[in-house]
């Protein structure tokens, strides 16, 4: 059974373009995240949402957008992508509202090459 | 500001050796510390954690050290098997934060 999901796998776009990247867990976690890794495999948070409210949005630009239509999905929506987008994107999620430093179970990532 | 490294980007050993992973970590306020295992192509997966209140955990084949003094992190995995390599990270937290993530040790294992 598939804890964590993420579509699609793989995409490659081409610069200025928008795509979303979408999450599903059916773990029945209050929060999830998105993570964003580097070609030298550094990961790094970006948004954290906990029963569909945000409550951590590091240092993105405004172009990346969470959506989270319910505590089971958080979509990412990228605009206008640039090159420096290029890497592969995690999604997870952990059990508890009050506790960040709950274990988190992540998905398979998103492979996006911006060209 | 926080930051979390490993001493070695590769590690190399024979299979039925004994591994051991080495994080240093900057932020003396951290208090949880958690040891992800990523494999080719997949997203990362808990390992072992272990709190401020101790200095040593044991799992399955891996034991995790902690040295507040000197604010370091070791993985060791016993018997290290092909299935074993992969990326491995260490990220540290402090209170309820979201845990700081380390760059990665590339763990290989020759048959």
């Known amino acids: 059974d598939t804890a964590v999901s993420q579509t699609p796998k793989y995409l490659v776009t081409q610069m200025g373009n928008d795509k979303s990247i979408k999450c599903e867990q059916n773990?029945?976690?209050?929060?999830m995240y998105w993570y964003k890794q580097d070609s030298k495999k550094f990961l790094k948070i970006m948004f954290s949402y906990n029963n569909k409210e945000l409550i951590i949005n590091e240092t993105v630009p405004n172009r990346f957008s969470p959506k989270s239509p319910d505590k089971a999905h958080l979509n990412l929506h990228i605009n206008s992508l640039e090159l420096g987008d290029s890497a592969v994107y995690f999604c997870?999620?952990?059990?508890?509202?009050?506790?960040?430093?709950?274990?988190?179970?992540f998905g398979p990532g998103t492979r996006l090459t911006v060209l | 500001g926080e930051s979390v490294g490993l001493h070695l980007p590769t590690l190399s050993v024979q299979e039925g050796d004994n591994s051991i992973i080495n994080c240093a970590y900057s932020n003396s306020a951290s208090d949880y510390f958690i040891w992800y295992k990523q494999e080719s192509g997949k997203g990362p997966q808990f390992i072992i954690d272990i709190r401020s209140n101790m200095d040593k955990r044991q799992g399955q084949r891996v034991t995790v050290l902690l040295n507040k003094t000197v604010k370091h992190l070791s993985l060791q995995i016993a018997a290290t098997q092909p299935g074993d390599s992969a990326v491995y990270f260490c990220a540290t937290a402090q209170g309820s934060y979201i845990p700081t993530f380390g760059r990665g040790t590339s763990l290989i294992v020759h048959p």
């Open positions: 997870a999620s952990s059990p508890t509202s009050y506790s960040l430093t709950d274990t988190q179970y």
């Open positions: 773990l029945g976690h209050d929060t």
